[in-house]
């Protein structure tokens, strides 16, 4: 060991960590791990105007709602992995229950007629879930997978209709539905697409997405629905509903900046695409899974009963990776009549319904059942809501919003005007950087500071949590008004 590991492992123990946890994270080589992450490793969403010169946090370890990096530093998780994290780090069960299956039955080609158990069980489970006739399960390995497969079912279905000019897919500005390259395509948050290609009109077209923050002033929330219903109806008139295929929706905007649909917003929407016989996708890769307090959010938050809806992240707790795209009877009927002689049924992938991930998946299940989880969010979540609002009193605080487990705290330069900072003061990059030391995860997106902790956080997790970031928002702009980058006046 170093002398530096040794100093390390001392200052650990003279701040109350037990000696034998101090030189666990002692064997870890920070520098060593940081340089290779650094050298090979190419992260998703990566700043390179910083990374190459500060690397990566490495982290080491996890347990409940706490992650540790390798030199032993603890801190809560606000955002729960990516929004994944549901029932927590460190559950012996679903890691037993994972051993357990990779044990007896690692895999098999769940193509053509064969099937595993786990397979069989979990997709009966999603079925029991999920809201109304979506009672049939397509698997992948995540959300972009879920949505991409979402669009290559509605795409078949029109065409064993006969409908083969219905292909249109409709999304939303601001709206988030993955990072391959259909489900980018679909995604509407225009940042994400600097320098890169997408799938454009006329396959992918957008109308505004609900931003109750921004809406046109002077306008009351139920104004501002119509406005919304009002805009889809006169582009589906556009374009043509004989061309319109699906329209792609989250329930609550997740990476776009967390924003909640005005009152009725998704339930005109809905009624919307069954006029016009225009299939409704739920992207519930985010809102599924207990972060609203529901297994699924779209009928029990909001009030629909969509086609299709598109799950991962909190389906397996991030413990493996795994998606679901859940579809309803009228659909599976359709695409379930052989088409021609011969033909099969051509979508799927090798991992399909893995059995170790499904296995991962029906022990999560169970431990939000057994545990209330989705009931625990009930009751906290609100509160967690309450107290993130008591932030608005900060001078760069322009907005506090979202539902539950899931929440944002907009920055902006001028709270009358909501005129936001530049691009070059990353504001949320700040936020963040101020509350890590604390000892504190939140994630930055531009000007915004996300927050979806696990589902399992206590209320004196929460009171922490916000406290933190009161101190590390007043530390920022302490240091903007040093800048002169703005003024509380």
Known sequence: ??????VSVAAQVEAGVDAETAARFAAYDTQDIWQKDKDHFLHPWTDFSTFHEQGSLVVAESEGAYIYDSDGRRYLDGIGGLWCVNTGYGRTEIARAMAEQATKMTYYSSFGHHTTIPVAELSATLARLAPGPLNHVLYGSGGSMANDTAVRLIHFYFNMLGKRDKKVLLTRTNGYHGSTYMAMSLTGVEYDHIGFDVVGPPLVQRVSGPDMYRRPEGTTPEEYTEILLAEFRAKVTEIGPDKVAAFFAEPIMGAGGVLVPPPGYLVGMRDLCT???????????????????HFFASEDAFGIV?????????????YAPLSATIISDEIYDVISTPQAEGAVFAHGFTYSGHPVCCAAAIENI???????ICGHVQRVGPYFGERLASLSDLGIVGDVRGSHFMQCVENVADKDTKELFPDSVKVGDRVADACEKRGLIVRPIAHLNVLSPPLVLTVEQVDWMVDVLREGIIEVQGDLIAEGLWSPE
């Open 306 to 318: 969509p086609d299709i809806i598109c799950s991962a992240k909190g389906l397996t707790s991030a």
């Open 275 to 293: 006029e016009y016989g225009i299939l409704y996708v739920s992207d519930e890769v985010v809102t599924a899974f207990g972060r609203l307090g």
């Open 1 to 6: 060991m170093s002398i530096e590991r040794q």
């Open 366 to 372: 169970a431990i939000m059942e057994r545990e209330d």
